[in-house]
């Protein structure tokens, strides 16, 4: 089992509303990097620290499970989509992306700046200079340390 953080602008897409459907496939991400984390990496069963970006504060909202594997993102052949890709095609498509399904909602949400004060986290890629992929790796311990901090208020 693997440990990820996902990103998420909370007006697009929010815990809360991964709540409410469920699950629900993590489509429209246009980096390769990111792909290929889905596409490679990431098996059902794996861990996701659900991070709302752009928001105020940013941080991690609650938890997800990868429930399904990376399958071609739909979004990519859907000319009506702003993630509509003219280069891809359903034989040969450029865009993957897994599902996730809802795990919990944190009663206390773990800010980005808690997570920075956080001596144990100083090497958690969400707080290192100009890292700013939406999807990224998370060591095992670091997820421990997010779960700690989510219990306490």
């Not at 489509?27 to 970006?53: E, I, K, T, W």
């Not at 105020?56 to 609650?62: F, K, L, M, S």
């Not at 599902?99 to 800010?111: A, C, M, N, P």
Request: proline share 6%; net charge positive; hydrophobic share 35%.
């Amino acid at each position: 089992m693997k440990y990820w953080l996902m990103k998420s602008e909370p007006d697009v897409f929010s815990i809360d509303d991964l709540k409410k459907k469920k699950s629900s496939l993590w489509d429209g991400v246009r980096n390769y990097q990111a792909r290929n984390f889905m596409r490679n990496d990431m098996h059902p069963g794996d861990c996701v620290l659900f991070y709302h970006s752009n928001a105020t504060p940013p941080g991690v909202a609650g938890l997800a499970t990868v429930s399904k594997q990376a399958s071609a993102d739909p979004t990519q052949f859907d000319k009506k989509s702003e993630y509509y890709d003219p280069k891809s095609s359903k034989e040969k498509p450029r865009w993957f992306c897994v599902e996730v399904q809802f795990k919990e909602k944190f009663k206390h949400f773990v800010s980005l700046e808690a997570i920075k004060q956080n001596l144990d986290l100083k090497d958690m890629l969400v707080v290192q200079k100009g890292q700013r992929l939406s999807i990224q790796p998370v060591e095992k311990k670091h997820f421990d340390k997010i779960l700690k901090m989510a219990l306490k208020p």
